[in-house]
């Protein structure tokens, strides 16, 4: 009996975990059975371009982070340089805030 009943948020957190956890494994295989200059290959393949689109990404800088931002398709990406310096500042929200504010329309490029 089909029904047209909306999944719980509680159903979407749970498989949105095992679907994050499924991915995870994928990775760990994946980077066990690469070889460094397959690793090697796919980094400068890869580098400075968007995960969603390839396109070219362009560092935009704010309140101290870099921002890797597709002009493209509009994502952006936050390396471990970036996550670091956010989770150190003192005021980290402050800090994230003015990152998610960046992200409305008319203040990127
Ligand atoms: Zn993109």
Known sequence: MATDKKPSTLEEEYFAREDAERLRKLHADEQSSLRQGQKDALRSLHAGRC??????LVPEQ???????????CGGAF?????????????????????????????SKP
């Open 78 to 106: 936050l390396d471990k340089r970036a996550w670091d310096t956010l989770h150190a500042h003192a005021d980290s929200q402050t800090v994230m805030g003015a990152v998610l504010n960046w992200f409305k329309a008319g």
């Open 62 to 72: 704010v309140s101290g982070i870099v921002i890797q931002h597709c002009p493209a």
């Open 51 to 56: 995960s969603g689109c390839g396109a070219q």
